[in-house]
């Protein structure tokens, strides 16, 4: 993994350019799955999306950002699917870590992540939770990937409306360590539950997350087995 170089005042304010355009991106998709106009407003708006596709892939990276060391050293991932704010694709998820360790989320999930009728893809909520686990056990100083991760859907998850998704590390063998987290209403009442194996690559080990991703974050290093 590499880690970008902590970015200039140009560079911060490249950024906020790119993460009102991701802003605007993600209401474009909400737009084209709501869109009721008719058939030639369609395939003009499309036409002009292509224009506007092109300008943007005049210069074009090879990959998106990953992980970077933001001002005062705090780590972020501007490109990550999940939380990334310069990533139409992303929510973006605002993961924040409690006192405990434990990882707490706020959202609301858009008409973009429909699945069944007026809920949730179900893919979009395991994706959610896997992000979260992995949150948790990096939270806890076991940093890794997803080995398995298992999911109960209890009820629908509605899109437009405010939910809370939580997570927490249970335990840890060797480079192996299980999470458990859930998407709740406000009240609690969970509507999917999670629970997963990450494991700590090899390379990962004997290495603080700082060392890497800065020693300001307050995030747990990567701890010894
Ligand atoms: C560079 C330093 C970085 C320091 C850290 C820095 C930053 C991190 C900080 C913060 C991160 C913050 C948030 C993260 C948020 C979200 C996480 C998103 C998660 C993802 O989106 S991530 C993408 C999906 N994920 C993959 O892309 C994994 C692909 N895969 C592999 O990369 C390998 O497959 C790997 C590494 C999993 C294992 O490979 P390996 O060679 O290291 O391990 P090995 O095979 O030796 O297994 C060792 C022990 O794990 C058991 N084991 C292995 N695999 C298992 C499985 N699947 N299920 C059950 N058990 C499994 C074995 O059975 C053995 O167990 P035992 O020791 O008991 O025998």
Redesign the pocket.
């Known amino acids: 993994?590499t880690i970008d170089v902590t970015p200039t005042e140009d560079a911060e304010a490249r950024l906020a350019a790119l993460v009102e355009l991701s802003r605007r991106a993600r209401a474009l998709a909400d737009a084209v799955v709501l869109t009721d106009v008719p058939e030639s407003e369609v395939t003009a708006v499309a036409a002009e999306l292509a224009a506007l596709t092109e300008r943007l892939g005049a210069l074009r990276r090879e990959s998106p950002r990953s992980?970077e060391l933001g001002p005062g050293g705090v780590p972020r991932n501007v490109g990550n699917a999940v939380t990334g704010s310069a990533n139409p694709h992303a929510l973006p998820l605002v993961v924040r870590v409690t006192p405990e360790r434990t990882v707490r989320a706020e959202l609301s999930f858009r008409p973009v992540h429909a699945g069944p009728p007026a809920s949730v893809h179900g893919g979009v909520s395991a994706m959610i939770l896997?992000?979260l686990l992995?949150?948790a056990v990096?939270a806890a100083g076991f940093?890794g990937?997803?080995?398995?991760l298992t999911l109960r859907y209890r009820r629908p998850v509605p899109y437009g409306e405010p939910l809370v998704a939580t997570a927490e590390y249970t335990r840890s063998e060797?480079?192996?360590t299980w999470a458990e987290g859930r998407i709740a209403l406000p009240d609690g009442t969970a509507l999917a539950e999670a629970s997963g194996?990450f494991?700590t690559?090899?390379?990962?080990l004997g290495?603080g997350?700082g060392d890497?991703?800065g020693s300001k974050s307050g995030?747990a290093p990567?701890r010894e087995r």
């Open positions: 993994m992980f896997d992000h992995g949150e990096a940093p990937v997803t080995g398995t060797g480079r192996k194996l494991v690559p090899a390379g990962w290495r997350a890497e991703t995030q990567v």
